[in-house]
């Protein structure tokens, strides 16, 4: 008996009945897929072929959302868009494949713990230019998601997927922490070597409509650099997934310069040795995330504030998180900024710091949040 392998393919839905061959053959192209072990998809099939639940060029509802697959005029690839409206126009999501009869694209398979292959064809010609993918691959203003073989995001690497930036979401109704969210990409910078070109950011706003200053905004690395994949790597749903910001960005999909945002917990990875170094030093650690709060100011239940003396206060509050009431007798947690913190058991590290650090200009992020002076950057 065949093992059935479920592969993460974002909104293609495929169905593992052969039954649905004659269907597809009379009624329009659906899209079939084969996994391999062999490197070349030449072997017995671990599982397959399998086909699309949906045809080719199809806007088909699904949930609150529309899906639509196209494929290039050369054949050479299946794109498959997920869109907010019922005419398939305004995207949200993406999923790329590299289909035709030489495809075999490596892919890490969980449930058997090893390396797979798989082959993606149409299961019946179309016309030439029919269901052609709306946007060159990567769509502008996406968000490029790299699928690879290793945990380390380093080997095998295809593009497989991208999600729309500058796209305000609204919290839920009767949300405990009601405002708005906004994912965007910082725009390239030169600031020295031991910054990222570029930052994918995730702003939260205490306002619905994404219009208002951020309250708080957390930061990865994500310039597609192989020293700044680390920030990306295994964040996502599935691991062994890095992505990369777009280079060209419109206004709406780009992070605010500067991002007004005075506090910051810079979190670092470990070092080749194992050990936390805050980025500094010769075995210097990734840089994994950067989390930025407006100062002293309630947002969502917390208040964070930095002096000139060095310290740094947090205060939480869960019962009021619009105005951070009753206030605490002191503050539930106290630090000191830029004084490097490692956790022992895990190796990593991370440093507060703020506006009012004499090393603020320093700092890896310093030019991508408007930091550092925009002519050094």
Known sequence: MRRSVTLALGALALCASSSLLPRALATGSFVSTTVFADAQCTGKPVSGPTLSSRALGECTAAGAVWTQLFVAADGSSIDDYMFFDAKCSSWLSATHITAGADSCVPFYDSAAQTVHYIQTLLSAPVPPGYATPPFEWPPADGLEFFRCTDLDCQEQCTSYRADRLGVCEDANAGNAAPGSTLKTCTRSTTGGAASAAQFYGELRFNAPGCNSRPMKANLWAADGAQSNRYATCNLYQSQRIYSRCPTNLSPAAATPWPLG???????????????????????????AQVSLY???????????????SGAVQHDY???????CTPWPAKPTWQGTADQCVVSSSEGTSHVWTSTLSPRTKQQPFACAVGWAPAEEC
């Open 317 to 323: 509050q869960w019962n009021d998180p619009v105005h």
């Open 261 to 287: 945002l005075e506090v910051a917990n810079a979190q670092y990875g470990p070092s080749s040795s194992g050990g936390g170094s805050c980025g500094s030093g010769g075995d210097a650690a990734p840089l």
């Open 294 to 308: 407006a100062n002293d100011t309630c947002a969502f239940g917390q208040w964070y504030a930095a002096f000139a």
